[in-house]
């Protein structure tokens, strides 16, 4: 039987594309156009995540020369539709996701020859869809009782930060506004945070259960708003009846316009059963997400009391290493030195895009594996320091045999002093008349492409507002969402050149910006994200200082006008 809603929309969307694109027999690019144009269907999300959007199905149709004369629907439409009985997935109903397996199994198509053409992952779309497909079939999915992993010894141990354990408790256990919401940057220990409290719970409080809610789940098991709603009420109300605590990480999806119409459906329901208290919710946000779309909430904000959550210190990060490593030494049969795991949060501090305990414990992770496929008994440091530039996009053994060969005096200590994380110091003085020969150098030594360099000419930077230029638009201003031309490229690439041409030309305020930065080693834009320059070569070069008009005779003359002139540029 088939799922009649989406049947429907299906062929209407068919219908109508059909008629706009002038074909008279249907195929099946026209079921993938209307699959993708299908709203909070699977298979929009799906492509939508792989930056396919309609008009580029839309337009590579166009440029089909098609000659039919199979009547209204091709076979090939036929053979697909027929196919989607064997896939049947959730009782008898076939929605979306059959139609796209069957049409993705069935090779020989036009719709497959679109895919290739837009350089589609297939095998990519046929996991996501058998992700979906586990969700339809296991609505248990939805709800993950954290308690019976803790039973089960499944989750992580929770080291240090008891002060946070016992925050989260207390608002727990208030009569009114008693859902805690965690904010915090990304890797700060949110989520551990919350399996740190079950653990803490199930010795404490054993009846007390804490279940985690996907909304991500929620949303993918769902096709139209009634199913939706349905599929969350029915998981609240098994909260509700076993009066356990429930834990929504990345709570702002509620609310973030990603999932449209349904993450306002979701806030809405949430919101009047916390106002009237009939669960217990644990939120967790990033900062930035908090403030972008649930501070914003006053009815859903007010219902939650905050729990601002410090990335750790290096001694709190150390005492949390050393309790997690016997099960890494155990996994990898590797000992991890306490000189090693000292090192590992020192260097660490070089992947800027992301924050303490994470970023520590995935170099504790990927080292073992490492060390244990070379054999090795121990972790070593220059394991690390292989990892740390290779999350930064170095390659750091090809680049030390390149920087032999470099031909520019001063340059070669520095990068040695780098590349050996032995130098905290990124600032390099040196003269040249030609910066391109030495960004030249740069690409060769590090096998870099053009897109990591960024060049700017500050000589039109002569005014107070070209500085959102370089960092953003102020808030309320056109242009605030997109950043600043230098910000936004010192985030994308975390190991960047770049080369400021003119500097003394331009405005002071810029000035002030950029040798901020450099003194400082950071820079702050525009969204209050602090960017790191650890991993940037910032390179200056003035071209040709200003003519002098005019004669000037005497020696005496001559150096005032020269110290006149070096002043005002």
Known sequence: ???????????????????????????????????????????????????VKVESIREEIKKLFLLRKEGLYTNEFKRIIGNCNKLILENDFVYDEAYLYSLLYLEDNIANHIIKRLNIDKEAVLEELDNAREILEQDSHILVNLTKMAKE????????????????DRILSKKQKNNPMLIGAAGVGKSGLVEGVTQYYLKKYPKKKIFRLDIGFVIAGTRYRGDLEERLLEAIDEVIEQDAIVFIDEIHNILSSSYNEASLDIANILKPILSRSEIKCIGATTTEEYYRYIYKDKALSRRFQNVFIDEVSDEECFVILKGIKHDYEKFYEIDYPDDVLNYIIDVSKLITNRTLPDKAIDLID???????????????????????????????????????????????LYLLNYLNLKSDNNIINMQTNNPEKIIFELESIFEIKQERILRIDLNDYFDNHYASNLIGAPSG???????????????????????????????????????????????????????????????????????????VKGKENTERLEAFINEII
């Open 1 to 51: 039987m088939v799922n009649d809603t989406a049947y429907e929309e299906i062929l209407k969307i068919i219908k109508k594309e059909s008629q706009l694109l002038g074909i008279s027999s249907i195929g099946s690019e026209m079921l993938l156009l209307a699959l993708v144009s299908l709203e909070n269907s699977m298979t929009s999300l799906i492509f939508k995540e792989m930056g």
């Open 153 to 168: 010894d499944k989750l992580n141990p929770f080291i240090g930060r008891e002060n946070y354990i016992d925050r989260v």
């Open 366 to 412: 990927e080292s073992g594996l490492v060390a244990s496929r070379k054999k090795l008994k121990a972790i070593n440091k220059n394991i690390i320091a292989d990892l740390i530039f290779e999350s930064i996009g170095i390659d750091r053994d090809k680049t030390l045999a390149n920087l032999k060969n470099t031909k520019i005096k001063g340059i070669k």
């Open 477 to 551: 201003y056109v242009g605030y969402e997109n950043g600043g031309k230098l910000t936004e490229h010192l985030l994308k690439y975390p190991f960047a050149i770049v080369l400021f041409k003119n500097y003394r030309k331009c405005n002071n305020l810029i000035k002030d910006i950029i040798k901020s930065a450099i003194e400082k080693g950071y820079i702050i834009d525009n969204q209050n994200r602090l960017i790191s320059l650890k991993n940037a070569i910032f390179i200056f070069h003035e071209e040709e200082k200003v003519k002098r008009v005019g004669f």
